[in-house]
Structure formats: C-alpha cells, structure tokens
C-alpha cells in the first residue's frame, strides 16, 4: 500500500496567515492526488485535484503543488471559515490511501 | 441536485453484518461512467477507503477488508450497497458514500461528491 504521511498533524494559525501543509507519499503517485477539508460532524469537502487543479467553487486562496512524493496545499490568507482538518488522498493505486490529517486550529 | 445519502443500522452487535444503504439523488448509478464508493471515519481518526464499484460493474476492495466486505447496485432503486460481515468494535465508524470523479480519458479520479455520512457503533 501506498503511505501517506502528512505534516504537521496540527497547526495553529491567525486569520490572514499563510498556511502551508505538506503530504508525502512512500511512493510517486505522480499527480494523482487531492485534497479534502472536512469540519467537525461534516463530511469531507473536494478541494484540489490531480496534484493542483482547484474544484469548481473552491476559493482562490487555496492551491495545491507537487513533485510526484511530496506535495502540498497552501492557503495564502487564513479565513474564519478555513479552521478545519485537511487531507490529502492518493488515487494511483488500490487502495487509495488518505494521510492521517492536518487539523488547522486558532492561534 | 446531486446528492447522496447513507442509511442503514447505528447499532450492531460484535459478529453481525452490517448492511449500508447509499441513495443516489439527481443522477443515475447506473450511468455509463459512474463510480461509487464507500469510505470510513472511526471517531477521532481518519478516512479509510473500503470499496468501489464502477459503471460496468467491475469491484475494488481494500486488501485488508476484502473478504468481509461486498459492494453492490440496485439499479432499481438507484442505490449503492455495502455489507460487511463479522462486525467488531473496532469496525465503530462514521461511514460515508462518496461519487468518483472519471476523467477525460476514463481514469478515476477524485472523490468528488460526499454523503453526510451515517455513524455505526459495533456494541453488544
């Protein structure tokens, strides 16, 4: 199975801040990759996908990069509304495999 | 609008099978390029995914869970099914049905569209 290690677990952050999370897989997953933000009770929400090609209404302030292992989702100016938990998900290969989460929380 | 919803016991006993129901809303399961999934949340941790089950019928399962899980359609009432034998405590989780986006060239690609989700406890 492909790992998905993400870091930092949690971050603490100010609105207006830049964020920056990182996910690495133990193998290329070239770009197939994506991430999700989900809230407490909610499900999770598409945000990026294939590596770096924002989801149709996903604010512009959110943007995603990679190398094929490393990868990671940036966003430039932290809102009230982006404190949640992020994952990153490889689709390369079964089974597809998610990284164990970054929870954004108020500094 | 397209929406999905996941049904189906929040109680079940150590060594039962689960059954959970996915009703698909504003678009067919049974359309060429659908892709339909299941994944899970146990509380406090993060997603798992368990099964997919594409357009031509064609299964994935998560190694780990194989023989225990079976994913299915039923066209007729336009839901996805998930069961899942022997239930352990461990097996305590939130499980969500999720859409699978298809790209241009017929690959799968992300996760796109997400049931609300229906919390299982494994309890006797």
């Known amino acids: 199975d492909i790992q998905m290690t993400q870091s930092p677990s949690t971050l603490a952050a100010s609105v207006g801040d830049r964020v920056t999370i990182t996910c690495r897989a133990s193998?290329?997953?070239?770009?197939?990759l994506a991430w999700y933000q989900q809230k407490p009770g909610k499900a999770p929400k598409l945000l990026i996908y294939?590596?770096?090609i924002l989801e149709s209404g996903v604010p512009s302030r959110f943007s995603g990069s990679g190398s094929g292992t490393e990868f990671t989702l940036t966003i430039s100016s932290l809102q009230t509304d982006d404190f949640a938990t992020y994952y990153c998900?490889?689709?390369?290969?079964?089974?597809?495999?998610f990284g164990g989460g970054t929870k954004v929380e108020s500094k | 609008q397209v929406t999905l919803r996941e049904s189906g016991p929040a109680l079940v006993k150590p060594t039962q099978t689960l059954t959970l129901t996915c009703t698909l809303s504003?678009?067919?399961?049974?359309?060429?390029?659908?892709?339909m999934s299941w994944v899970r949340q146990p509380p406090g941790k993060a997603l798992e995914w368990l099964a997919l089950?594409?357009?031509?019928?064609?299964?994935y399962y998560t190694e780990s869970l194989r023989t225990r899980l079976t994913i299915s359609k039923d066209t007729s009432k336009n839901q996805v099914v998930l069961t899942m034998t022997n239930m352990d405590p461990v097996d305590t989780a939130t499980y969500y049905c999720?859409?699978?986006?298809?790209?241009?060239?017929?690959?799968?690609?992300?996760?796109?569209?997400w049931g609300q989700g229906t919390m299982v406890t494994v309890s006797s």
């Open positions: 089950i594409d357009w031509e019928d064609d299964k």
């Open positions: 999720a859409r699978i986006r298809v790209d241009t060239s017929g690959s799968f690609d992300a996760f796109e569209i």
């Open positions: 504003g678009f067919s399961v049974s359309a060429s390029g659908m892709v």
């Open positions: 294939k590596e770096s």
């Open positions: 193998q290329s997953v070239y770009d197939w």
């Open positions: 998900q490889q689709y390369r290969r079964y089974p597809f495999t």
